[in-house]
């Protein structure tokens, strides 16, 4: 799998949009990009993915550039429970002999302040 | 609905003893994974299942450590002769397999594990 590069931290004021850069310039064709987020003593918990195209669901948006290299994921309305760290994870959409097994970097911790 | 449940959710043992932790992944979902956190690490894959096929063992760091999934459910991991280098989070994932394409995981809250 691709390998992902994040800032290590971000701090954002509630209320308002984060936004969380994510760079993976190795990506290939038949690797989607996936999103995490871990708060404080619970397991990951799966936010949104997606190929190529922007994708939006309940919790978030994806938005991908369009030669794949790089990713933002977007919270748009920060609350102080969003506060947690943040995978980014490049993983190929089927077969192969990863499995799908997911390798997590050290992430970006998101602190959101009131 | 139901999440992944692991349990216990905390474990404490001595040093040489076994430990067997569970997982029960999210009904109907045939993949399921283990990982384990150490602290300040990030997330380390140990093993997989998917349905009835052989479990992809690459991840489990020696022979002390097992996995098994019974009925095609839940999953047993077993550390044998723990060592205090085996104190972690172990976080247990499930998801569904559509076709060939793989689903997102979704993690239970794990098992802390300490070894005194």
């Known amino acids: 799998d691709a390998k992902t590069t994040q800032p290590p931290s971000m701090d954002c004021a509630e209320g308002r949009a984060a936004n969380l850069p994510c760079n993976h310039s190795?990506?290939?064709?038949?690797?989607?990009v996936y999103w995490y987020r871990q708060i404080h003593s619970q397991g990951p918990q799966y936010i949104i993915h997606?190929?190529?195209n922007n994708e939006t669901n309940e919790m978030a948006s994806l938005i991908i550039t369009e030669d794949r290299k790089s990713s933002t994921l977007i919270l748009p309305h920060a609350t102080l429970r969003d506060t947690a760290v943040y995978y980014c994870?490049?993983?190929?959409?089927?077969?192969?002999?990863?499995?799908?097994?997911?390798?997590f970097g050290q992430g970006t911790i998101l602190t959101v302040h009131p | 609905g139901a999440g992944v449940s692991q349990s216990p959710s905390n474990k404490v043992t001595e040093k040489g003893k076994d430990v067997e932790l569970r997982c029960d992944p999210i009904?109907?979902?045939?993949?399921l994974y283990w990982y384990r956190q150490s602290l300040g690490q990030g997330l380390e894959f140990l093993i997989y299942?998917?349905?009835?096929?052989?479990?992809?063992k690459s991840g489990l760091p020696s022979d002390r450590f097992s996995a098994e999934r019974t009925g095609g459910s839940v999953s047993t991991l077993t550390i044998q002769r723990t060592q205090q280098e085996d104190s972690a989070v172990y976080l247990c994932?499930?998801?569904?397999?559509?076709?060939?394409?793989?689903?997102?995981?979704?993690f239970g809250d794990g098992t802390r594990l300490s070894i005194l």
């Open positions: 994932a499930s998801s569904s397999r559509g076709g060939r394409y793989y689903q997102p995981q979704h």
């Open positions: 190795t990506i290939s064709g038949n690797e989607y």
């Open positions: 997606g190929l190529k």
């Open positions: 994870i490049v993983r190929a959409y089927a077969g192969g002999t990863s499995y799908g097994k997911l390798t």
């Open positions: 009904s109907g979902h045939t993949a």
């Open positions: 299942f998917q349905g009835n096929s052989a479990p992809d």
